[in-house]
Nanobody, 125 residues
Framework: QVQLVESGGGLVQAGGSLRLSCAAS????????MGWFRQAPGKEREFVSHIWGSGGSTYSADSVKGRFTIARDNAKNTVYLQMNSLKPEDTAVYYC??????????????????WGQGTQVTVSS
């Protein structure tokens, strides 16, 4: 397993941007698909985006396509989530997750074995 630490959350007005970062421990970071999930109060944790270890494939939920971009820097063991055109409904705790190997399509949280502690994103209207 890998240890994950998120950062970059905060309070932003609607239409604004934030970039989340997730730093991972370990020497095999490039072997892991990295994902972002979010959980709003009273709701289930939902998938946002994932990226393969090579960085060659990404997949995002329809609700964030065209607004959020996932990227990774394997030299820095870090994955990013650039969030633009934020909406109040994007308010949630955002979690970074890791899964050894590849993920195809829309995963469920149970597909990922390692999780960060989460970072709060609040979008005001």
């Amino acid at each position: 397993q890998v240890q994950l630490v998120e950062s970059g959350g905060g309070l932003v007005q609607a239409g604004g941007s934030l970039r989340l970062s997730c730093a991972a421990s370990g020497r095999t970071f490039s072997s892991y698909t990295m994902g972002w999930f979010r959980q709003a109060p009273g709701k289930e944790r939902e998938f946002v985006s994932h990226i393969w270890g090579s960085g060659g494939s990404t997949y995002s939920a329809d609700s964030v396509k065209g607004r959020f971009t996932i990227a990774r820097d394997n030299a820095k063991n870090t994955v990013y989530l650039q969030m633009n055109s934020l909406k109040p409904e994007d308010t949630a705790v955002y979690y970074c997750a890791a899964r050894f190997g590849i993920v195809v399509g829309r995963p469920s949280p149970s597909d990922f074995g390692s999780w960060g502690q989460g970072t709060q994103v609040t979008v005001s209207s």
